[in-house]
């Protein structure tokens, strides 16, 4: 199981596991794309196996492209990790205080966002694909966790994972004026095309929404791995179509 960590401490783990070409499936975590679902398992619990947990203590989402989010506790440890239709009914975002959970979200080409509060001890897993994106789902999250649970935004720790580039992600008129009518000036994550086409760099509006929220800059990571590019180490939806997905997952411990 090939993982690529970001914040490895005596207080979270966290990371994103890779396409494998010599992993079953490709190394899929997803139960809710084409495969073998006996086959995803066993590399979920090959990745349960490599952190040292029990698919028992993962929390996941029936994500649905939206932008609801969801406090997990120590009631719903287990709940997707089995069975997709098990887990947090439709929702694309998961945070929690309870040390031990591991949150994990599923993606190929949409971006993954990861937020730890070191004060308060909370974690957040995203997913944003362009449509949560122009729902403001980042944005969302942040200001329920500074209003309900008293977090600071200066505090937060944000990764951004790897997910498809600008220079890769092209879009229409429909999704232009989607992200036109944003609640901030989102002009400069809009290269033009022509008249009927742009490039839209949907990690840069994420790190926008960061920043809005109070998020300092210096604590906004951002990876740079664009998953449409032809590499083995990435799942591309725009690429391949049928295709497996990452998992970005974040733990207390």
Request: hydrophobic share 35%.
């Amino acid at each position: 199981m090939k993982l690529k960590p970001w914040m490895n401490n005596s207080y979270i783990l966290s990371g994103t596991t890779l396409r494998d070409p010599h992993e079953k499936e490709n190394g899929n975590m997803a139960l809710h794309v084409p495969g073998n679902k006996d086959n995803i398992l066993e590399n979920r619990k090959a990745f349960g196996k490599e952190i040292g947990k029990d698919l028992s203590d993962c929390v996941f989402a029936c994500q649905t492209h939206s932008d609801h989010f969801y406090k997990v506790e120590n009631k719903d440890k287990g709940k997707g990790s089995l069975h997709y239709e098990d887990g947090i009914a439709d929702c694309d975002a998961l945070y929690t205080t309870e040390k031990g959970i591991v949150l994990g979200v599923f993606h190929a080409d949409c971006v993954p966002v990861l937020l730890y509060d070191p004060i308060t001890s909370l974690v957040a897993a995203i997913h944003s694909g362009w449509q949560g994106t122009v729902k403001e789902i980042t944005s969302k999250v942040v200001s329920h966790i500074i209003q309900t649970e008293g977090v600071d935004p200066a505090n937060l720790q944000a990764y951004i994972g790897c997910a498809i580039e600008k220079n890769s992600l092209e879009i229409g008129m429909d999704v232009i004026e989607k992200v036109q009518a944003m609640s901030f000036d989102t002009s400069s994550y809009l290269i033009r095309k022509n008249e009927d086409k742009a490039y839209m760099d949907n990690k840069g509006l994420n790190m926008q929404m960061l920043l809005n929220a109070g998020v300092l800059a210096e604590n906004i990571h951002i990876d740079r791995n664009d998953t449409f590019q032809e590499n083995d180490a990435f799942f591309s939806y725009r690429r391949d179509h049928n295709c497996g997905r990452h998992m970005t997952y974040i733990m207390l411990k």
